[in-house]
């Protein structure tokens, strides 16, 4: 079965503080695909990023990176210098490499909510 | 840029009535999920589509049936709400070649029954 952990359910910080959001995952499968969303109080999800198991680069996207290990099964998610825009519910997310046609599961974590004071 | 609407953001129902929630997209996607989301639950998927009527269960599909008659629609059909289905409901698309890409979300409906 496929899990995605997200243990940190509320995070507070000061402005320009930075932060690390937890993502750890489980599943068998050797091909899986990792990605992260943002709910802004809005309520409509943003993609972020898409992470394939055998790309473990880290990636940098202007104050966003994340860290992909797949050693501890952990996709994790900082921002460094935070803002008060920041502030939402970030989930993390697994998908599984389906044969069937258009079938695309994504299992998402239970989500962590970041609050970035002024 | 893929735009994903939803017919309500806000929606009050009695105990017992037929609710339909609407979800259409404008970028000839094959694939529509419908999820709800719960505090401390994530989301969750309740039926997908891959197709123009065809239709498969997702994790909590009991008290839920789908309608997909045209590509770009996708409604969700509660037949007998009850209570323990208020909830925030989102639908999202996805193109079926490739990937798995990532999703791209409406604004969600957030209904509640009484």
């Known amino acids: 079965a496929q899990k995605v952990t997200q243990a940190q359910t509320e995070i507070s910080v000061v402005e320009k503080e930075d932060v690390t959001l937890d993502c750890v995952y489980e599943t068998r499968d050797t091909t899986y695909y990792l990605f992260w969303y943002k709910q802004p109080p809005s309520g409509e999800l943003v993609f972020l990023i898409r992470r394939n198991s055998f790309d473990e680069q880290n990636e940098i996207s202007g104050r966003y990176s994340w860290n992909f290990q797949k050693s501890t099964s952990s996709f994790n998610f900082t921002i460094t210098a935070s803002q008060v825009v920041d502030s939402a519910v970030y989930f993390c997310?697994?998908?599984?490499?389906?044969?069937?046609?258009?079938?695309?599961?994504?299992?998402f974590g239970t989500g962590t909510r970041l609050l970035v004071s002024p | 840029d893929v735009k994903v609407t939803q017919s309500s953001r806000y929606l009050v129902k009695r105990t017992g009535e037929k609710v339909f929630l609407e979800c259409v997209q404008d970028?000839?996607?094959?694939?529509m999920f419908w999820y709800r989301q719960d505090p401390g639950l994530g989301l969750r998927l309740i039926y997908f589509s891959y197709d123009v009527k065809m239709k498969e269960k997702g994790d909590i599909p009991e008290g839920y049936s789908v309608s997909r008659e045209k590509k770009e629609r996708f409604s969700l059909i509660l037949e007998s709400a009850s209570t323990n289905q208020t909830s925030m409901y989102l639908c999202a698309s996805t193109p079926r070649e490739g990937g798995p890409y990532e999703q791209y979300f409406g604004p969600g409906t957030r209904l509640t029954v009484t």
């Open positions: 970028m000839d996607h094959e694939n």
């Open positions: 997310a697994l998908s599984l490499d389906q044969s069937r046609p258009g079938f695309q599961k994504l299992v």
